[in-house]
């Protein structure tokens, strides 16, 4: 069955995912209001952007990769190799580049075909994580930085490339202490304690880091939980 978009919600078992999940769900639903047409979810995963593009009479295409290669199953409307679209150039009015550029061997080939695709005057929205964990091993290559992001995009092409830190200083501590709980070795009796007694400073942090969100991402000495942004392709 396809996978509806839900707004990503706080529990013990989401500690690890929750910060990356709700910040890209947000700037998504944020940015994709301006779109018209048909958008290109490119590395679609689960799906979960589906119903959010589909608002308002856009259509949404997902493309990913051959059935089999994860433990989920949802049923993609196009297939790739991760490298090459089999898509005519200047085919869709918009795009999504979503947690998929950590897995490119080489980012600016997948950046480059997004460009492609997209019909000159339309925008892509991406985002892709810096404090991580390891995750789709052994599939996960690197993280990029601000400054490694905007030369990804502007070097295929792209303008008006506007880049923003998902979360700053509080957001990476709470971030940090997640993963801790939930991913080292301990007796699990432990780790369902934990979790669920953080949950609540997990939400502090959160609350209080909104007073970095105008900080830029690519300050000195700022720490950034993830990257988020919109480029267009030049008319």
């Known amino acids: 069955a396809q996978c509806l978009s839900m707004h990503p919600s706080l529990s013990a078992g989401s ?11 947000s700037f998504v639903e944020k940015q994709v209001a301006a779109f018209r047409g048909t958008i290109l979810d490119i590395g679609s995963g689960k799906q979960q952007y589906r119903t959010l593009v589909e ?3 856009r259509h949404y295409v997902g493309i990913d990769l051959d059935p089999g290669k994860f433990a989920y199953h949802v049923v ?16 869709y009015d918009g795009a999504l580049l979503l947690e998929v550029l950590e ?7 997948v950046v480059g075909e997004a460009y492609r695709v997209l019909r000159p005057g339309c925008t892509i ?3 892709t994580p810096f404090l991580y964990p390891i995750h789709g091993a052994p599939y996960d290559f690197q993280r990029l930085s601000p400054f490694g992001t905007q030369k990804l995009f502007t070097d295929a092409g792209f303008t008006n490339i506007q880049i923003q830190a998902g979360g700053s200083y509080d957001a990476s501590l709470g971030q940090m202490v997640a993963v801790w ?9 432990l780790r369902r304690i934990l979790s669920r007694l953080y949950v609540p400073f997990f939400r502090l942090l959160l609350h209080w880091d909104k007073q970095w969100t105008s900080l830029p991402a690519g300050t000195e000495g700022v720490m950034i939980t993830g990257i988020l942004g919109t480029a267009q392709k030049p008319h």
Do not use: K
């Open 76 to 91: 993609a409307d196009l297939y790739w190799d991760g490298v090459h679209m089999d898509i005519e150039d200047n085919s």
């Open 125 to 127: 929205i991406f985002s």
């Open 103 to 109: 897995h490119c061997a080489d980012p600016r080939i």
């Open 55 to 57: 608002r308002n009479d």
């Open 15 to 25: 500690l690890t995912s929750y910060l990356n999940d709700v910040t890209i769900f």
């Open 181 to 189: 709980i939930r991913n080292r070795p301990m007796p699990r009796l």
